[in-house]
């Protein structure tokens, strides 16, 4: 069984340097890895110029993509590999060495298995972000979603969403399936693996996450609108919009609905409805911003509906 390692990167040398030097000391080592930097990154593409990348391993090769966004970046990947599995993460994590090993056994023993992912440990603000959780990437019916990749903890067991810094996808089970080209961001689109994985689990594969499938995440500055802990209303907006074109999509009629009705009145502390904004308001003072975030979420659902009637 071929495997392709797929790491899409943007202005992030030193955090590159760290995820290449990690797949090169895994234990089962990918038969390629496939570097994707924009077009006109010439920091990165200095960098890898200077470290002589090509004769330094002959797995490796660099891809060049136009188009911005992870998006276009995940999908020039798939395009470019050649690998029976890809394997996916982000340039500023760095996988520990048994996760090729591991991907590939699970894929190797489980015929109907269409994709895996794992943990990301995640070092955030001088320390690792703490917790359990034995829920990990459902959506319920009525589109509440759960992440929890990032604190999972258990045995291996079924799911619905993988997360793009972990995860693997056999080809067959990819086909002619690429990362949805409408969702919106000029850096990271929010939620897009979410939707890649509703789609792979649509056809009637297995997605599995395995707590013991682990990379450190270090999470770098985007260089885009999306900045970690700063709201941006036209970041928020990208994500409320993704999310609900995703929802408006995949659930049932019934449940587009309810997920109307819960994402209006409820919601959650990322993205809440005006019950959540005005719990929020009370609790940290913040009326202000929460009604803010409610109201985009209002217009991004709009946007959304439009866009899923097409």
Known sequence: ???SVI?????????????????????????????IARHDDHATLDWLRTHDMHSADSRRRLVLVERPGVVAAYNRGIDSATGDVLCF??????????WI????????????????????????????????KL???????Y???IGNHHIGHGSAREVQVLKGVNMAWRRAAIGTLRFDARLRGTGAQVHC????????????WTLIYDPSLLVEHFPAQRSDEDQRFTFNDAAFYNASFNLRLIMCEYLTPPGRWAFVAYSTLI????????????????ERGGAALAFRKWRVGLRAMRGAWQEAMR
Request: with cysteine; aromatic share 6%; net charge neutral.
């Open 193 to 204: 693996e979410m939707a890649f994985s509703l789609d792979v689990q649509r056809r009637g």
């Open 143 to 145: 589109g509440r979603t």
């Open 89 to 98: 993460t982000d340039d500023d994590a760095a996988p520990h060495t048994d």
């Open 7 to 35: 790491v899409p990167t943007y202005r992030r040398t030193a955090d590159l340097a760290r995820c290449l030097a990690a797949l090169a000391a895994q234990e089962r080592r990918a038969d390629e890895i496939i570097v």
């Open 267 to 282: 919601g959650d502390r990322a993205d809440p409805g005006f019950l959540r904004a005005l719990s929020l308001a009370f």
């Open 1 to 3: 069984m071929k495997v």
């Open 101 to 132: 090993a591991r991907i590939a056994r699970a894929f190797e023993s489980d015929a109907s298995l269409g994709g895996i992912g794992g943990r990301d440990i995640v070092h955030e603000r001088n320390g690792i972000l703490q917790g359990q």
């Open 135 to 141: 829920r990990v990437g459902l959506v319920r019916w």
